[in-house]
């Protein structure tokens, strides 16, 4: 009878590879900080998380479009109130106009009113664009 002693030293050579894969997939586990690494660890809950996490970051895209959003809003009103600012001055510079009493300067008045009333205007025109 001959004794092989080569079957011996297979079988713990694979329960050594068994037992190394497992340590490291635990080690692997243990430094990342997460219970699932891949779909082979649990696959329903892989595709769950997967799934959270998507819905997660639609959130924040979400958040930062409504604060980009606010952002534009205090623009437009920015704009909004420099126009208003402006056409009350074109209505301070109308009624000055209309005002009887400064005859002997009324020419230079005139020439002023005219060209702070076309930069008014650009500056309107400006915010338009905006």
């Known amino acids: ?8 030293s297979k079988l713990l050579n694979n329960k050594m590879k068994r037992t190394q894969n497992s340590l490291e997939k635990t080690l692997g586990k ?6 699932i690494r891949s779909a082979a660890d649990d696959a329903s809950s892989l595709a769950i998380s997967q799934k959270m996490l998507a819905l997660t970051r639609g959130s924040q ?9 606010g952002s534009l809003v205090q623009v437009a009103d920015g704009a909004m109130q420099e126009m208003a600012n402006i ?6 510079l109308t009624i000055q106009a209309m005002n009887g009493t400064n005859t002997q300067v009324n020419g230079s008045l ?18 338009k664009k905006i």
Not at 30 to 35: A, D, F, K, P
Not at 61 to 69: G, Y
Not at 112 to 124: G, P, S, Y
């Open 61 to 69: 895209q979400a958040i930062r479009n409504v604060q980009d959003a």
């Open 1 to 8: 009878m001959i004794v092989n002693g080569n079957g011996l």
């Open 110 to 127: 005139n020439s002023l009113r005219d060209a702070d009333t076309i930069v008014i205007q650009n500056e309107i025109d400006s915010l």
């Open 87 to 92: 056409l009350q001055r074109v209505r301070e």
């Open 30 to 35: 243990i430094s990342t900080g997460q219970r």
